[in-house]
């Protein structure tokens, strides 16, 4: 995975037992450097976790994730059944926080989760049943709560800080809402959601959120998604002011279309991920859809203020079955969307 900010990518192989933060640099001469960045420029995250266990040889990184701004690292070990919440600084990591799970819960159990919060000592975790979040706080040590977004079961998530967007199997529009937890710290809920007003009967396959600041030049914040149509949509999140109270409203700014990635298949399913690139109000968008052995990715063509009024994407890269026969389980844009990394499930 990427970090948000787009300077450090996390690269974990579990049958090899080897988790590693790599630099990212839009320089080519850096980029063609890749076979000597693969083998001595990088951190190791399991000797920054040993560092972290007082000398501990025996570690299992079982799952990370950047903090919504990319320059903070957490980190699941298996074996101590513990979270580390790292800070990066030029790809050196330092310890911040640790925090074992209560009542010998295991962190292998845990569903799909994100890291949220000020002092990033939020876990929020997003289960597909019920279209339901949980939230586990570092600083308290304890499950602090659980609340349903009301749409069904959860088809597709995306998560960026405190706000969380999703797209259910009864109620099917995509829709986004602001985490809160409860002043004493014991309870969550969801705030200010707004959905967006489209076909009701269509499944959302993926979905993607983007914050303003992250990268540094981005001013744009959007939500992404793709549908069972084989349509994407992107739409522009904006503030309002309703009496005297902030809410979101929602404007469509692009769109794009691949027949190949459309209808539904819950045992293979699409998914998207992204890349800005550009600068402050000049920025562009790039997006990779995949499913199967099959990746396409798309590039921002136009900027909104043509003659529909909405900026397009246009497929520059098509790869078919590229990891000969296994599933691509991971897209990521690498070196600030002038590369693509992918991994798959097979060993090697």
């Known amino acids: 995975m990427v970090s948000p900010c787009q300077r450090y990518l996390f690269i974990n192989c579990r049958s090899k037992r080897r988790a590693r933060l790599y630099p990212q640099n839009r320089n080519r001469t850096f980029m063609a450097r890749g076979k000597e960045l693969q083998e001595k420029h990088f951190v190791s995250v399991d000797e920054a976790v040993m560092s972290a266990m ?12 950047f903090s919504y701004d990319g320059e903070r690292l957490m980190v699941s070990e298996r074996n101590s059944d513990t979270f580390f919440l790292f800070s990066i600084y030029r790809c050196q990591l330092a310890l911040q926080t640790s925090c074992k799970l209560p009542r010998h819960k295991l962190v292998s159990t845990l569903p799909p989760w994100g890291v949220a919060g000020a002092s990033y000592d939020l876990i929020v975790m997003r ?13 308290s040590q304890e499950f602090i709560g659980k609340t349903k977004f009301g749409v069904g079961n959860a088809l597709t998530w995306a998560q960026c800080n405190i706000t969380v967007a999703a797209a259910g199997s009864f109620l099917k529009e995509p ?6 937890v409860h002043p004493n710290g014991n309870g969550i809920q969801l ?29 744009r914040e959007y939500v992404m998604f793709f549908t069972e149509e084989g349509v994407g949509y992107i739409y522009d999140i904006e503030p309002k002011t309703v009496n005297s109270k902030t809410e979101r409203s929602l404007a469509l700014v692009g769109r794009f279309q691949d027949s190949f990635f459309a209808g539904w298949d819950a045992a293979c399913p699409v998914h998207m991920t992204f ?3 550009g600068s402050s ?10 499913r199967g052995g099959n990746v396409t990715v798309y590039r921002q063509a136009s900027t909104p203020g043509s003659s529909s009024g909405l900026f397009t994407l246009e497929p520059v890269m098509v790869l078919l079955d590229c990891h000969e026969g296994d599933e ?7 070196q600030h969307g002038e590369g693509l990394a992918t991994s798959g499930r097979a060993d090697g």
């Open 54 to 65: 007082g000398g501990e040889t025996r570690v299992e990184v079982h799952s990370a994730a």
């Open 281 to 290: 109000h000049h920025e562009r968008l790039a997006i990779a859809l995949f």
């Open 127 to 139: 289960r597909d049943k019920d279209c339901e979040l949980e939230v586990f706080s570092l600083q």
């Open 275 to 277: 890349c800005l690139y």
């Open 175 to 180: 829709r986004l809402a602001t985490l809160q």
């Open 191 to 219: 705030l200010n959601s707004v959905h967006v007003e489209a076909n009701a009967k269509v499944r959302v396959s993926a979905l993607c959120l983007t914050s303003k600041n992250v990268p540094e030049f981005n001013t």
């Open 328 to 334: 691509v389980e991971h897209v990521v844009f690498v």
